[in-house]
């Protein structure tokens, strides 16, 4: 695609989303610099690690570093987010390519064993959840990583502070096969509603990611659920305005595009906490012709005790473009949801 019809179009979206109000303006709460965050240094190493050995970033034709293309993240399916117990002690590089290869069929075996009609249905929390066999992007996840987390180094999010708040989402384990209540829409979560999957990992499908670049502006597309984010090169301040995505500022530090996001809506809740004190720091690096090295840090001194970041390779493939996804709040999931919960109530049953 020529780089003035990416230009455009990064613009028309950037205008779309000023115009329904997620816009980036003049405030924003004060937060102490990444740079100075608690386990930085660890996650540039863990990055700069992986780069390719002699082998040189390529750049646009405006000089900055192309991370652009389609990605996909279906073979990072079925890694364990955490550092396993039969692992403890260890770090990610510690791994022996035997261990690991080990691991990945075991890996295997287990999502079959998991997969509908063939012993069983998704487990999400401790829970079975029946799902049809097409969903399924990829079965036989060839892994690249023992694990997701990279910092703190032992691999295991850090503890929650003493006056951490209550959980505003409930555990799928304790509300049952894709639970919850069913009085009202309002009682479903906003992924259950088509309306925002704010924070997406590697999953059982819709693992397809666009970016596209222009001089001043940064799009990162995602197949769930069908987001657009339009990130600014500017250095904007954030306006006093929330929104299920958050509001975000892109800038450069080498080959690596930095995205900090803050002023997320209310609704919107992270690992079963609220987001609304939430700072999200990315980054993307491309560290081979193919890959480009996603990290997510997770800065949220209400709840967590430090900051910590997990991350994982996109591999750049043009087979796996991005697909309608076509869920839409008002979809026929919550409308079947809310049936089946008045169907129960008839047969005398809970639901």
């Not at 906490?273 to 999200?280: D, E, F, G, H, P």
């Not at 970041?309 to 409308?335: F, K, R, V, W």
Request: negative net charge; aromatic residues 10%; glycine residues 8%.
């Amino acid at each position: 695609m020529p780089s003035h019809v990416i230009r455009q179009l990064a613009l028309a979206v950037a205008a779309v989303m000023v115009s329904s109000g997620v816009v980036w303006g003049q405030t924003g709460t004060a937060r102490s610099d990444a740079l100075s965050l608690a386990g930085t240094d660890n996650v540039k190493a863990f990055i700069a690690a992986r780069v390719q050995k002699d082998w040189t970033p390529p750049k646009t034709p405006w000089g900055d570093p192309d991370i652009s293309g389609v990605f996909t993240t279906k073979d990072e399916a079925n890694t364990p987010f955490e550092r396993p117990e039969e692992w403890a002690g260890r770090g990610i590089d510690d791994i022996t390519p035997q261990e690991f290869a080990v691991a990945i069929a075991q890996r295997q075996q287990a999502a079959i064993a998991r997969a509908p009609f063939a012993g069983g249905g998704e487990v999400e929390g401790g829970v079975a959840i029946a799902v049809p066999i097409h969903w399924f992007d990829n079965l036989a996840a060839k892994n690249s990583r023992p694990w997701f987390v990279i910092d703190p180094p032992e691999g295991q999010i850090p503890p929650l502070i003493a006056e951490a708040p209550q959980p505003t989402v409930p555990s799928r384990a304790s509300l049952g096969l894709r639970g919850g209540k069913a009085e009202t829409y309002l009682d479903r979560d906003l992924g259950d509603r088509c309306i925002s999957f704010a924070f997406r990992m590697p999953t059982i499908y819709g693992n397809s990611y666009q970016i596209v670049q222009t001089p001043d502006y940064v799009v990162l597309r995602r197949e769930q659920l069908h987001d657009a984010r339009v990130v600014p090169l500017e250095g904007r301040p954030l306006a006093n305005v929330r929104s299920f995505e958050g509001q975000s500022q892109g800038r450069w530090e080498g080959n690596t595009f930095v995205v900090e996001t803050t002023n997320f809506d209310d609704r919107v809740a992270y690992r079963r906490y609220s987001a609304k004190n939430l700072r999200v720091i990315e980054r993307f690096t491309r560290i081979a012709p193919t890959k480009v090295e996603y990290s997510m840090t997770i800065d949220d001194p209400s709840v967590y005790a430090r900051p910590w970041t997990y991350s994982y390779p996109m591999t750049e493939d043009n087979a796996q473009l991005i697909h309608e996804y076509a869920c839409h709040e008002g979809n026929y999931g919550i409308a079947n949801i809310l049936s089946a919960g008045r169907a129960a109530e008839k047969a005398g049953r809970e639901y």
